[in-house]
């Protein structure tokens, strides 16, 4: 079964600019969550989805916001890029929303802020 | 709010040795959940191995265990036979029980991370 996949692999964007990430849960899957990893630090939750409800949000600005489609797939959106959201988006998947169940994490999408 | 604290920033050890990464942690929280993951330089998180709060006995998983002091908020992994495959960052993780009936998020808190490096 394939694991959890996120597209694209890397973004180069200026500053101002709006980017979307994508990720596609593993199947069977139906919670999502965002995580922010800037360089040289741990990852930062930003958002989790379950059953496309938003569950939880991290302390990021309103610039950030994502949703989840019927397919559970999700997507994170960042408006008025600043160079300070260069980082490692990671997005993680589990079966069902709950401490009992692990997170499995993609790959991650490499932001660059110019 | 949950703190996660990792002060090593660097270890290095040698093939077959064992090391120990160090993690403590700030809670209120009774019941929780620990974790160590593995993030090698393919960037791919992956779970190396978890602890609940309520189990008294330390979690191992093959050539991974750690040693859970509650009272002392301490949550360090133990490596044995280390080889070349374990070289990556190391991070830990901290996790308030929740779920769909709690109506909070499941998220993760992670420390700043451990950069192992295993040579021959």
């Known amino acids: 079964d394939a694991g959890v996949t996120q597209s694209p692999t890397h973004l180069i964007k200026t500053r101002g600019q709006h980017v979307t990430l994508r990720c596609s849960p593993i199947?069977?899957?139906?919670?999502v969550s965002w995580y922010q990893q800037v360089l040289g630090q741990g990852p930062q939750f930003i958002f989790q989805?379950?059953?496309?409800?938003?569950?939880g949000r991290g302390n990021f600005p309103d610039r950030f916001s994502a949703r989840q489609f019927p397919n559970y797939s999700s997507e994170l959106n960042v408006n008025a890029l600043l160079l300070g959201d260069s980082a490692l988006y990671l997005c993680?998947?589990?079966?069902?929303?709950?401490?009992?169940?692990?997170?499995?994490f993609g790959p991650g999408t490499r932001l660059t802020v110019t | 709010a949950q703190t996660v604290t990792q002060s090593q920033p660097e270890m290095s050890v040698q093939e077959a040795e064992t090391v120990t990464l160090s993690c403590t942690y700030d809670?209120?929280?009774?019941?929780?959940?620990l974790f160590w993951y593995k993030q090698p330089p393919s960037r791919q998180m992956i779970l190396v191995i978890r602890?609940?709060?309520?189990?008294?006995q330390n979690a191992t998983e093959n050539r991974f265990s750690v040693n859970f002091q509650k009272a002392a908020k301490s949550f360090s992994l133990k490596i044995s036979d280390s080889q070349l495959g374990d070289t990556a960052m190391y991070f830990c993780?901290?996790?308030?029980?929740?779920?769909?009936?709690?109506?909070?998020?499941?998220?993760?808190?992670f420390g700043t991370g451990t950069r192992l490096q295993v040579t021959l």
């Open positions: 809670t209120s929280e009774n019941n929780y959940y």
């Open positions: 199947s069977g899957h139906k919670s």
């Open positions: 993780a901290f996790m308030k029980p929740a779920g769909p009936l709690t109506g909070t998020a499941s998220k993760l808190t």
């Open positions: 602890q609940e709060a309520y189990k008294q």
């Open positions: 989805y379950y059953e496309k409800e938003e569950r």
């Open positions: 993680a998947s589990s079966l069902v929303q709950g401490a009992r169940y692990e997170q499995y």
